[in-house]
């Protein structure tokens, strides 16, 4: 009997290839079973003829469970949004992530426990880190020592690239370069290393001569409420540091002169908090680092490095308040049209808490104008509102708008402990005097991470996201 190989050949490859079939068609016949954001058999079986509008609130109505998480996680309802605590976190992580690889900075996260391993010694140790904790002591134990070196690369070169700059100082800046690192991010000095000195000197130079012009000699009668006012506000600064004569004085010269210098909007109260990051931050470069502020006398600090730290305070403080001077011109209106942006923020991604805040008659300008108004610094630690002003001042141009979402992520932190308040004097209490305390730079990336985030959402979509009426 002959066989034809040909004939043999052909029939093995079509019986295979028939097989191959056989096997495709029944693997996707027997996996039947729901997979989360695949469309249910059941929901894909209706008929073709139904509306478009039906047919996709059928098809999303099958994939709704894409985004189910397990049953233990913890779930926050965002308007009709179901979104993870546990994501939300991780989102918040990974954008400070993001801007750290933007620069070549994919470094390991730190662990920052102050808990002690020795069981017998850990509350005692956990005890004296909280009273250190809440001192104005700027140590540098957590500084990423490969971050401080990109600092002070991109510093001394010749033509500073200062984009560069704000994408590195968006996450933090180290203790060792804040102060000439704000000076840049605040306009007042020039990106060429060569003409810094000069142009510093030079500026030094003109606010002797405006306390000359406008401090020492006699006030104009116009000028002497304004005077007087600042000179109320400048001793109820808690801080024993601004409690000093010496320190209360170059507070008063600093402010009275920038007042007298923007007649449109004058001083208004609370402007004395915005000046104290930027004191404190450019004091630093006269002290060793880790010095506790608290203890220290500033008249001990010589004449020269004292009008030189109170030079650069109002020239930065210039440079900064020029972004947002609506907010103190009359009856503040800048500021009162961004307390309603932030109310229809929080309507917009939290529709729970707003309706809660409502329903108890909490008005968002009760709250929330100091906010506005200082910056956050009121609510924050000092060490952590300087943090907080590392990234407003990498945002430049675009902090008035970035802080409005600072402010909306900070609310939202308290979410949960505002939901528990049932009355309008629980609620009010608890705005007022939020327990931050304890806050370190940690809560702070986390915070502006979260900004970042609702920024990306929110921003220039009016109408995304919208609670459903």
Known sequence: MRLDIGKMGDHVQKYTSDNDMNLKNSFWKKNIRNLPGRASPKKESKSVSSSASTSFDDFQESVSDAWEIEAEDEILRISDVKISKRVAHSAAVNVINNHKASIEEIHKSKNYSNSDPQGESSSQTHKESRHTENRINFSNSEVDTNKLTKFQVLLESNLLQLDDLKKLSWSGVPVEVRPMTWRLLAGYLPTSSERRQQALDRKRIDYAKLVKQYYDTDKDEVYKDTYRQIHIDIPRMSTPLFQQTTVQEMFERILFIWAIRHPASGYVQGMNDL??????????????????????????ISKKNRDSLEADSFWCLSKFLDGIQDNYIFAQLGIQYKVNLLKELIQRIDGTLHGHLMKHGIDYLQFSFRWMNNLLTRE???RCSIRLWDTYLAESDCFATFQLYVCAAFLLHWRQELLEEKD?????????????QNWTDT????LVAEAYRLQFIFAGAPNHLTTKR
């Open 275 to 300: 000046v104290t990051p930027f004191y404190v931050v450019f004091l630093q470069e006269y002290l060793p680092i880790g010095t506790d502020i608290e203890k220290l006398d500033v008249s001990s």
């Open 380 to 382: 924050l630690p000092l």
């Open 424 to 436: 309008f004097q629980g609620l009010m209490i608890m705005l007022q005097n939020l327990q931050t």
């Open 443 to 446: 809560d702070i990336s986390l």
